[in-house]
């Protein structure tokens, strides 16, 4: 069936990068985007950006622009987000999803999320 | 955020109630509007697209509008596996896209 299938939690310290991985499985990989959203305990889901699965071209939101970097193997339809300098408040969840042009760019796939703690 | 939802909303079993989803006067917003439940632990789930459309498998008791700079999502004969959090999602300009804050739905 169609999944993504995300990297494992992990716990860092501040200052660290932390790279998570989103595996995709049951559809052509390169046909759809890959969106990256958060969502820190207790609140809401926040865009961080796209990847283009097809030529790798990238959009970030301007709040961690400069700290994060998404990218893509298609031998392995795999995408990846990384994020460096982390912060406590970049403690949340991090979900990928597919993002399907055909439904208005929204999202109809997700990961299962991967927590990443900031903790010194 | 530059959407804006209630934080809460609350009805009985088999009642109806409208989530509003405030936006801006982006373009985006008049096309890209989508709505996601998230239950919790869990991640989100795809219930609207294009302000109104449902992808297969969404029950037709959820339905989408949108009026002026305000998007809704209707959840009709509510049920108790309808209590989850839902997040309007729009274009936001400048090649970004947003979520709102979230709308806490109870089922009485």
């Known amino acids: 069936q169609v999944q993504l299938v995300q990297s494992g939690a992990e716990v860092k310290k501040p200052g660290a990068s932390v790279k998570v991985s989103c595996k995709a499985s049951?559809?052509?990989?390169?046909?759809?985007?890959i969106n990256w959203v958060r969502q820190a305990p207790g609140q809401g889901l926040e865009w961080m950006g796209w990847?283009?699965?097809?030529?790798?071209?990238?959009n970030y939101a301007q709040k961690v622009q400069g700290r994060v970097t998404m990218t893509t193997d298609t031998s392995t339809n795999t995408a990846y987000m990384e994020l460096r300098s982390l912060r406590f408040d970049d403690t949340a969840v991090y979900f990928c999803?597919?993002?399907?042009?055909?439904?208005?760019?929204?999202?109809?796939?997700w990961g299962q999320g991967t927590k990443v703690i900031v903790s010194s | 955020s530059a959407l804006t939802q209630p934080p809460s909303a609350s009805g009985s079993p088999g009642q109806s109630i409208t989530i509003s989803c405030t936006g801006t006067s982006d373009v985006g917003f008049d096309t890209y509007v989508s709505w996601y439940q998230q239950h919790p632990g869990k991640a989100p789930k795809l219930m609207i697209y294009e302000v109104n459309k449902r992808p297969s498998g969404v029950p037709d008791r959820f339905s989408g509008s949108k009026s002026g700079n305000t998007a809704s999502l209707t959840v009709s004969g509510l049920r108790a596996e309808d209590e989850a959090e839902y997040f309007c999602s729009s274009y936001t300009g400048s090649n970004n896209w947003g979520f709102g804050g979230g709308t806490k739905l109870t089922v009485l």
């Open positions: 049951g559809y052509t990989f390169s046909s759809y985007g």
């Open positions: 990847v283009s699965t097809y030529n790798t071209n990238t």
């Open positions: 999803a597919r993002e399907r042009w055909e439904l208005g760019y929204a999202s109809d796939i």
